[in-house]
């Protein structure tokens, strides 16, 4: 990766422009989720794991092949289920015969030697598996054996759950949650959006046909380019101020939270904040960037309290209060 | 570095957080000006209606408490610098660029590649950014700030104002508690006021009794030179208005003179207002004023009220109400045509009008008066 390079106008605007084609591409197989796939790139580029939550048939798998596809990424696969162990994700040592007839172990490699790895329905593994699994995602490596395999650079894990299915699952623990960096939900489309979606997906998957926008390298440098975006002193008081605003021991916190967003939070706040700049071609954070990306990032790190979930009070309710108050006292 | 944006930038900084201070003040303005308003109109309103108030007090009251918070306000909600670069960017819509600029020229010393660009970015814009804070009109006052202003300010006439008490006790005088008030004064100054009328009255005397020693000296020489008298006799010293006025006096007032120590002085009695005290002795009706003249070219002393009408100018022709005559000469206040004398006594009689003497002090008075009135000037 590059660090500290020399950033010129014509870097600047290649880089918006290439992140400008991607969204294109992934607007032209994913129909009425322009908001979703915003936030999806905006994540991808940050260099985070994505929570997808969503009712079945929704498209989140489509999403991720599609983005796969655009990209020119290797992509795997990974469907959970209770049986689902660790070793099926991320390896195992296998006998194996050389050719000289000697027997050895030997590491074969799992679905999680992956640039981008799909886990489907990440809530429905056991919490040993998830655990590997998030371990994998924090680190960038698995452990085997004493023996430390790196994980491809750039990784992505794109997980996905279903949010009303409870029984057979394994909600996954709020430690974990925090490290993904955004959690989308996906809505159900509009009715224009059904139409359109009908129109090109009736026979066919158009996410199984996308031609890659970008290549790895393409796609490095545009991360880098991401991470020059100036962030003004001034922005990252206004995001610490809203961070603290979620949580309850501090003046002017929300009662309504337990437990606030973490200071893994705050990095993923402003991490996204950059990369939705460049999206809109801006060299510098706004305040803008702050409160389009806050919910996404946010609303898997707090915790409600008892009394708010037993009134059927949402956590994104209450943030998009927080926000909308903190958006209004700049 | 952009050398105008380090020095336009903290500028149009500077310039934005004087007007976010000075926007917030407004914003606080609610409450100081609710009391203002609140303590002048209803003291104002008080004052004129029921209660007379001391001004000083309540505009004390009613400015020192907004102004005390207004201070308080003004130097604790002093924006920063930054808020004042934070506001100006959210004005100029800049999405921060504004901002980020001012803190790279403001606190850092070698920008980055990005900052650089970003810096250039910002050099673009910033005429535009110059001629959009420029237009931005200052903030007014709104419509309840200037109506509590009105308000203010109405109360505050209302409190200068003479209260409705005072009004009455200056204007008739016809309330019982004035009249007790009034009775009360003069009872008091009653003794001195009457002592200062006898002593002056004493000054006069001697000063007449001079002029007529004088007087009968060119009344002798005037017999050997008769032809002076018909073309104006100046030789008294009197300039020739003084000498016409002089003789339309002695001309309308020759009954008097044939009396020359009779006079009328008014004493008033207890309790009796000065207008009626003028209507007793002249015969006129209350709220006319009354006045001494003296004809100075006489040897002897005239003193007699003038009645005047209040209603026609001051400036205008007065009326003599005893001959029916208009005197010309009394076309400008009467006071200015006597002499120091006269005006000391007038001044005495003034202070005297809404007195009333003892019995013994009355005595003594007409004892003087009787034996002023037995002076003959004639006899040597």
């Not at chain 1, 706040?269 to 803008?288: E, M, N, P, S, Y």
């Amino acid at each position: 990766m590059q660090a500290n390079r020399e950033l010129t106008e014509s870097d600047f605007q290649e880089a918006h422009d290439d992140l400008r084609g991607l969204k294109q591409a992934l607007e032209s197989t994913i129909v009425g989720q322009e908001g979703l796939i915003d936030r999806l790139l905006i994540a991808f580029i940050s260099g985070g794991h994505i929570l997808l939550e969503g009712l079945p048939g929704l498209g989140k798998t489509h999403l991720a092949k599609a983005l796969a596809g655009a990209t020119g990424l290797k992509f795997s696969r990974v469907q959970c289920t209770p049986d689902l162990m660790p070793a099926d994700i991320t390896g195992s040592e296998i006998l194996i015969r050389d050719p000289q007839g000697e027997q050895r172990l030997d590491f074969q490699r799992g679905p999680i030697f992956a640039p981008l790895v799909l886990v489907d329905e990440v809530n429905r593994a056991t919490p040993k598996t998830q655990a590997a699994l998030l371990e994998a995602m924090q680190e960038h490596q698995v452990t085997h054996a004493g023996i430390t395999h790196p994980l491809p650079s750039p990784f992505w894990v794109m997980a996905t759950q279903n949010p009303i299915e409870i029984e057979g699952t394994y909600p996954l623990p709020e430690a974990q949650l925090d490290r993904f960096l955004v959690k989308l939900n996906v809505e159900f489309p509009s009715e224009a959006a059904l139409l359109s979606m009908l129109d090109i997906s009736l026979d066919d998957e158009p996410s199984e046909h996308l031609q890659p926008v970008l290549d790895l390298e393409r796609l490095v440098s545009i991360m880098a380019t991401g991470r020059e975006i100036v962030i003004a002193d001034r922005i990252k008081r206004a995001a610490v101020t809203l961070l603290l605003a979620t949580h309850p021991d501090t003046s002017g916190g929300s009662s309504h939270f337990r437990y606030g967003a973490s200071p893994r939070g705050l990095q993923a706040l402003l991490k996204t904040a950059r990369i939705h700049a460049l999206l809109q071609g801006r060299l510098q954070v706004d305040f803008d960037d702050l409160a389009r990306m806050a919910l996404p990032v946010l609303r898997h790190r707090v915790l409600l309290t008892i009394e708010s979930e037993l009134d059927g009070i949402s956590s994104d309710s209450i943030l998009r209060q927080i926000i909308q108050e903190w958006r209004s006292r700049i | 570095m952009n050398n105008a944006l380090l020095k336009t930038l903290p500028r149009l900084v500077r310039r934005q957080q004087r007007r976010l201070w000075s926007a917030q003040l407004l914003t606080r303005t609610a409450l100081p000006l609710g009391w203002l308003v609140i303590i002048l109109f209803s003291s104002g309103v008080i004052h004129q209606g029921w209660l007379q108030l001391s001004s000083p007090l309540f505009f004390t009251l009613a400015l020192l408490p907004p102004a005390l918070y207004l201070s308080v306000t003004a130097i604790r909600q002093m924006p920063t610098t930054a808020e004042g670069a934070t506001a100006a960017d959210i004005q100029l819509k800049a999405h921060a660029l504004f901002l980020s600029a001012w803190e790279i020229t403001a606190f850092r010393q070698t920008p980055s590649s990005t900052q650089q660009l970003l810096l250039t970015r910002a050099a673009a814009e910033l005429p535009r950014w110059q001629e959009q804070l420029r237009s931005i009109p200052t903030q007014r006052p709104g419509p309840s700030l200037l109506l509590g202003i009105t308000l203010a300010i109405l109360g505050g006439f209302l409190l200068l104002l003479p209260g409705k008490i005072t009004q009455k006790t200056l204007e008739s005088g016809s309330s019982d508690d004035a009249k007790q008030q009034l009775s009360k004064d003069s009872e008091t100054i009653d003794p001195v006021a009457a002592i200062n009328a006898v002593l002056l009255a004493e000054k006069k005397a001697a000063v007449l009794q001079h002029e007529s020693q004088v007087a009968m000296q060119h009344a002798k020489a005037e017999g050997a030179h008769p032809e002076e008298e018909q073309t104006g006799d100046h030789s008294n010293g009197q300039s020739p208005e003084k000498a016409n006025e002089s003789r339309m006096e002695s001309s309308t007032n020759g009954e008097t003179r044939k009396n020359p120590a009779a006079r009328n002085i008014v004493v008033s009695e207890i309790g009796e207002s000065p207008g009626e005290s003028a209507e007793r002795h002249s015969g006129t009706a209350p709220g006319l004023d009354a006045s001494v003249t003296t004809d100075q070219t006489t040897p002897f002393t005239q003193q007699r009220y003038q009645d005047i009408s209040l209603d026609s100018d001051r400036g205008s022709q007065a009326f003599d109400r005893h001959t029916g005559q208009h005197l010309t000469t009394t076309s400008q206040p009467l006071k200015t045509g006597l002499s120091s004398v006269d005006q000391d006594f007038t001044g005495a009689s003034e202070q005297t009008r809404p007195t009333a003497m003892t019995l013994d002090q009355r005595v003594l008075v007409e004892r003087y008066f009787k034996q002023l009135s037995q002076f003959d000037a004639s006899k040597p």
